[in-house]
T-cell receptor
């Protein structure tokens, strides 16, 4: 089974802090994604990566950056956390084989910024 | 990638079939229809996907209309544990271009 793990299930940070959210997948997937999920807004793509050291902006990249130094690990960084970044953050991975792209999700991290 | 339209909520009696509709009228020829579900406080879980033929696996069946403008996810014998938000999305060949809308909240009642 594909396993996608996220470093924390719950996180509380203060405004202005630098926040690191880590995601690791064990299926040698090329693609990795970071989403945030808010009530009434569905899942919104922040950034994705299709290879080591490669990254692409999603729909809402402002206030975030990412790092992909190793194939299995994709980090989301909040340079200076703000209260409007309080949300559920979901990481996913997928294989780049063919034209099909089944995404496998981690359990999510609930971030509260005070 | 094409957008999808789903009803916001549906109820289903336990043990009965749950039929969840999805419209994707702007789908293009190389785009797949995917279904995921999200149980409260967990990450979305992949259910099934298809291109134009009907598909079945151990979780569900997917019926895609001949013109591919709509599809139906069928849970043949719904249980209380199937209560979740179900997302229908259309995915092409570009990584990261899938968009999850609000989905359908399915409530299975005893």
């Amino acid at each position: 089974d594909v396993k996608v793990t996220q470093s924390s299930r719950y996180l509380v940070k203060r405004t202005g802090e630098k926040v690191f959210l880590e995601c690791v997948q064990d299926m040698d997937h090329e693609n990795m994604f970071w989403y945030r999920q808010d009530p009434g807004l569905g899942l919104r793509l922040i950034y994705f990566s299709y290879d080591v050291k490669m990254k692409e902006k999603g729909d809402i990249p402002e206030g975030y950056s990412v790092s992909r130094e190793k194939k299995e690990r994709f980090s989301l960084i909040l340079e200076s956390a703000s209260t409007n970044q309080t949300s559920m953050y979901l990481c996913a991975s997928s294989s780049a084989q063919g034209s099909q792209e089944t995404q496998y999700f981690g359990p999510g991290t609930r971030l509260l910024v005070l | 990638d094409a957008k999808t339209t789903q009803p916001p909520s549906m109820d289903c009696a336990e043990g009965r079939a749950a039929n969840l509709p999805c419209n994707h009228s702007t789908i293009s020829g190389n785009e797949y229809v995917y279904w995921y579900r999200q149980i409260h406080s967990q990450g979305p879980q992949y259910i099934i996907h298809g291109l134009k033929n009907n598909e079945t696996n151990e979780m569900a069946s997917l019926i895609i209309t001949e013109d591919r403008k709509s599809s139906t996810l069928i849970l043949p014998h719904a249980t209380l544990r199937d209560t979740a938000v179900y997302y229908c999305i259309v995915i092409g060949t570009n990584a990261g271009k899938s968009t999850f809308g609000d989905g359908t909240t399915l409530t299975v009642k005893p």
